[in-house]
């Protein structure tokens, strides 16, 4: 008896313990339920309710879905937010001119007036979430096939997203957690009136810039501010010179008391995906298939235009955000494939699937709802990854040519002119329209770049990609040049219209309806049009019914780990909704024989000086500030100037410019990256290796208060000492 006991304590500690201290992006709403007793446990000295609550203001209420894919923190009573440098980065390159180039020189609001408008950009508040699942699931069940599901669970979405909004402003969405096992409400408030207010220097706000992305130490002061604004009745408006500063009903506490080792603290924002409860063939499909597959074509297009941009300055204008954005996927996957095979992490999950066949299988009620789902999932994997390395040829490859993507931006007008029912007028209106867009495409591009890019990736990929897989019109067009690219893009760029700016205006400019067969003569658009038809026709059905397929098996898996492990706590995937994680401050074990701190300061910064290397020019200002060791209050009581820190919280891309937060909820750091050796968090967890990488808030008032002098931002924050 008591062996037998002992067998059962240590099954369930065994799987109990899968989920670690540190892993997880939990619900606010189930917080109280799931989390709060270890949360103090752990240092937490508030409350749930607190955090989370929808009868009074609580931290929630301070927290922004920020343009999409970041989070920003309200710090003032008057709606004023933090959220990344590189978060902020298109809006803040988008007031940049060579006169006022805020980009590089950073920009400071002296007043609410030169605070600076940008349409396009919203932040979103949730007002509330509520567990939905049996309303969303009624009239489902097992006999159905997942399409009838789908259609039913999209109509009973309607009716309740519908009743949950109205006689207001607010909007709504039901999302699926759990793989569909489980659905949430949410009812939010969005704002489209949102300001720049200021921005450091990128030398501050990118210091280290791709090269030391992804990575620890780091010193990048990676934050930015904008201000809400509303109507008078504080109500979201469009933008108006008569809107005022949002008044928040909650916004954050600043403190300057410092940070130890071993503090707790917690991350409130938006994670956008991570991929936890994936059998061993999805991981093994993506870290060590997929993966090296799309960095390869990546690292030939990073080579291009990096040696490009350091040759010409108008080259670096032109294709430094391009860089930035390609380079981090590309370091990204290298880091999440690196950080599986490091943690074996498909042998752990080929572990955990013996020991769940063999319950799958331990009786034959479970034996006929679980016992096949394995080998289904192997099967579906097997048929499905070389299509999907296939298509990352494509995706990642011949869609790296930017005339390939910028050419089939005429099929709508090619379609229109051979459609009679539409007008010369609607054709004129698209003319328009492309016009605009086209100057934005050549404003950013280079042709020679381009000549480049053509030729590595259509080499690459008439070499690598399966020939039974080949977009046909490529296969083709290789033999009829014999395999000679070089040639095919000598010829392809000379006849095109699409690469030349003045030609193209030209073009446009006496456009008439018959002229779409120039269009469609077009060696770019010919490509393109091969390209984009292929992927319709082939890979899209593909890729279409295996999702089906996987999507019922992984619900169904889900569901099935849960069963199997009712004792574990199961923390839904991220999906861009609003999630607490929570750990502690934290140095780490990179390597053997290495051991890195949990802090960074402005002496680090002094070390990385290089003002040969762009991505290491220490700003004149802030080397001032240094030499005199002039920190002010913002100095740590060890008096050096703390930059940045690490920590055990679970986060993941759209965590970017979360407060990270102290014991007693006040704001101490601004989430903005991973380390290196724990990337595979979105598909694995590793307490040892996982860290994330958050700017010390006293560098961000440092520098909004001593540098740019800023002071009156400060003023209007609250802050305890
Ligand atoms: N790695 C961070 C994230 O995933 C920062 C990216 C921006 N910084 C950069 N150097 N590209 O978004
Ligand atoms: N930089 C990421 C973002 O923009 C956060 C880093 C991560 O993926 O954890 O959201």
């Not at 920020?66 to 933090?82: A, I, M, P, R």
């Not at 299988?361 to 048929?383: D, I, R, T, V």
């Not at 077009?522 to 292929?534: E, N």
């Not at 209050?633 to 679970?650: E, L, Q, T």
């Amino acid at each position: 008896m008591k062996f037998k006991t002992i067998l059962l304590a240590t099954f369930l500690t065994l799987f109990t313990n899968l989920s670690h201290a540190g892993e997880g992006m939990w619900l606010p709403l189930l917080l109280s339920q799931l989390n709060e007793k270890e949360m103090r446990d752990m240092g937490m000295r508030i409350t749930a309710e607190d955090i989370y609550s929808i009868n009074h203001s609580s931290l929630k209420d301070a927290i922004v879905l920020f343009g999409g894919g970041c989070t920003g923190e309200l710090v003032s009573d008057k709606g004023l937010l933090l959220t990344n440098h590189h978060c902020g980065y298109g809006n803040i390159q988008k007031h940049s001119s060579l006169e006022h180039d805020y980009l590089t020189n950073g920009f400071w609001s002296q007043r609410l007036e030169e605070e600076l408008p940008n349409p396009g950009l919203s932040v979103t508040f949730l007002v509330r979430m509520e567990d939905v699942t049996q309303s969303t699931l009624k009239g489902i069940n097992n006999n159905i096939s997942q399409k009838i599901r789908d259609s039913i669970i999209q109509s009973n979405i309607k009716i309740l997203v519908k009743e949950a909004v109205k006689g207001t402003h607010y909007t709504a969405q039901v999302k699926p957690f759990y793989s569909g096992n489980q659905y949430y409400l949410f009812v939010s408030e969005t704002f489209t009136d949102v300001r720049l207010v200021g921005a450091p220097p990128s030398n501050i706000g990118k210091f280290g810039g791709d090269t030391d992305n992804w990575m620890w130490p780091r010193h990048t002061g990676d934050f930015s501010m904008f201000r809400i604004y509303a109507g008078k009745d504080n109500k979201p408006a469009e933008y108006s010179k008569d809107n005022v500063p949002y008044r928040p009903a909650k916004h954050l506490t600043i403190s300057l008391k410092g940070i130890k080792e071993g503090d707790f603290t917690f991350v409130y924002g938006f994670p956008g995906t991570t991929q936890e409860y994936l059998p061993s063939y999805a991981v093994d499909m993506t870290a060590m298939q997929r993966n090296p597959v799309a960095i390869g074509l990546r690292q030939q297009r990073l080579d291009i235009i990096d040696k490009a941009m350091e040759s010409d300055r108008l080259t670096r204008i032109q294709y430094s955000a391009k860089a930035a954005g390609i380079s981090n996927t590309w370091k990204k996957m290298i880091g999440e494939s690196r950080g599986i095979k490091l943690l074996d992490g498909i042998e752990k999950k080929q572990e955990f699937e013996k020991d769940f066949q063999q319950w799958a299988q331990s009786n034959p009620e479970l034996n006929a709802k679980y016992g096949q789902l394995l080998p289904a999932f192997g099967k579906a994997f097997g048929a499905f990854v070389p299509v999907n390395i296939a298509y990352t040829y494509i995706s990642e490859g011949l869609l790296g040519i930017e005339l390939v993507r910028f050419s089939y931006g005429y099929n709508n007008l090619v379609k229109f002119c051979n459609d009679k029912s539409k007008t010369d007028d609607e054709i004129s209106k698209l003319i328009e329209g492309l016009k605009i867009s086209a100057a934005a495409f050549h404003k950013n591009y280079n042709k020679q770049v381009d000549v480049k890019l053509f030729e590595t990736l259509m080499t690459t990929y008439t070499k690598s990609c399966e020939t039974d897989l080949q977009v046909p019109y490529v296969k083709e067009t290789t033999a009829k040049y014999k395999g000679d690219i070089n040639t095919w893009t000598n010829d392809l760029y000379k006849n095109t219209l699409f690469a030349d700016s003045a030609k193209l205006y030209a073009f446009l400019s006496g456009f008439k309806r018959k002229d779409a067969r120039k269009i469609e003569k077009d060696p770019a658009y010919i490509l393109a049009s091969g390209i984009y038809t292929y992927s319709q026709n082939i890979f899209y059905p593909l890729v279409t019914s295996f999702y089906a397929t996987n999507d019922s098996l992984q619900r169904l898996y889900i569901a099935a780990q849960m069963e199997m492990q009712p004792e574990k706590r199961f923390y839904p995937d991220a999906n861009s909704t609003l999630r607490i994680a929570y750990g502690n401050v934290k140095g780490y074990k990179p390597a053997d024989a290495v051991e890195y701190n949990w802090f960074t300061t402005l002496d680090g910064i002094m070390q990385k000086e290089n003002p040969d290397i762009y991505d290491y020019v220490v700003e004149p200002k802030l080397k001032e500030l240094y030499n005199l060791r002039d920190y002010g209050r913002y100095a740590d009581a060890d008096k050096s100037m703390h930059v940045g820190f690490i920590a055990s919280n679970h986060t993941t891309g759209g965590n970017s410019g979360s407060p990270v937060l102290n014991a007693e909820g006040q704001l101490i750091g601004i989430n903005f990256d991973r380390c290196w050796e724990g990337t595979m968090s979105d598909l694995m967890y590793d307490p040892d290796q996982c860290r994330n990488i958050s700017l010390d808030i006293r560098y961000c008032l440092f520098i909004i208060d001593k540098m740019a002098g800023a002071k009156r931002l400060v003023d209007e924050m609250t802050i305890v000492e």
